[in-house]
């Protein structure tokens, strides 16, 4: 029996943005994947190309080069009927629940009307019903107290679960979650990746969450494979216990560095700023030359690091790393075939 193909993939995806100051390669060369029910974090710091990799993934931007598959098939050769049904399948979750809902919209009219348009519910009663249960769902009960509401009546986090709920009213395959708890408080947050994973479990949704917290990559998608993203390429790929307990890139390391930890033993260890030799970011219109990373990087090699560009290294059937001095301690030979993505 062939292998089913993963909902969506990501090949060799760049995207450039053109502005009058020059060029902007936002992302550069990225391959992911996810399956049914799997979780894929895509973690890194602000202007990474994280959201960026995201809106191609959902099929809100077409990108420069490369192709964006789902379930095996290029969605921009798709047919319009077929592109339709991509859209259905995969659903998108904002970052900011004070922006992403329409203010003039009830709560039941926010999740009623993507029933009543592509005809999951029939009439008016119906909608309402299922609209009911998708908020039991979310943990939002009784459904009667919300239904009614307008958004500017509700917290940020009831807010932040009705957008949830609205992205399941068509029974998606695949939720793409942007930074959906930055905005939230800490014991609001908890709560919300609890329900997401409930979900995750329940429905068998896959997710491509997106967040800069290794901490919120390491609680909600401990089953899961992490992609650390810098300047618009995958610098570390790999399952996430491995890539949070034994970080390879330098730049994995700096994001666990920056974890708070409540032992203040282990916090006494931490170099300060991650052990990086400047905290400065190159700006995207004037890239280094080499590896991107190399002069912030404590294992910075002049005449290769910052002359070669880094080829995204397998050192084992789990692991791949952008970085020439980590590929060439390792002392452990990748098999030959290994695909990012693949498990």
Known sequence: MPERPPLISLTGV????????????????????????????????????????????????????????????????????????????????????????????????????????????????????????????????????????????????????????????????LIIADESTSMLDVSIRVGMLNMLGRLRDDLGVGFLFITHDLAIAKYFGWRGKIAVMYLGRVVEFGDTPDVINNPQHPYTKALLDAVPEPDPDLTATKKPGGGLRSAEIPSLRDLPPGCTFHPRCPLFEEGTCNTEVPELTALDERRQVRCHVVARRSTVKAPVGVVMGET
Request: glycine share 8%; with cysteine; proline share 7%.
């Open 14 to 173: 760049s995207q450039t943005f053109r502005s009058k100051k020059g060029d902007v390669p936002a992302v550069d060369d990225v391959d992911i994947s996810v399956g049914p029910g799997e979780v894929l974090c895509l973690v890194g710091e602000s202007g990474c190309g994280k959201t960026t990799s995201a809106r191609m993934a959902a099929g809100l931007a077409k990108p420069t080069a490369g192709t964006v598959e789902f379930e095996g098939k290029d969605i921009w050769s798709m047919s319009p009927e077929e592109f339709v049904n991509f859209r259905k399948s995969v659903q998108y979750v904002h970052q900011d629940p004070y922006a992403s809902l329409n203010p003039i919209r009830t709560i039941h009219k926010t999740l009623s009307a993507p029933l009543l348009k592509h005809g999951v519910a029939k009439n008016r009663g119906e909608g309402w019903t299922q609209s009911a249960e998708l908020l039991r769902r979310v943990d939002l009960t009784p459904p009667e107290s919300y239904l009614s509401k307008f958004p500017h009546q509700l917290s940020g986090g009831q807010r932040q679960r009705v957008a949830v709920a609205r992205a399941l009213t068509l029974n998606p395959k």
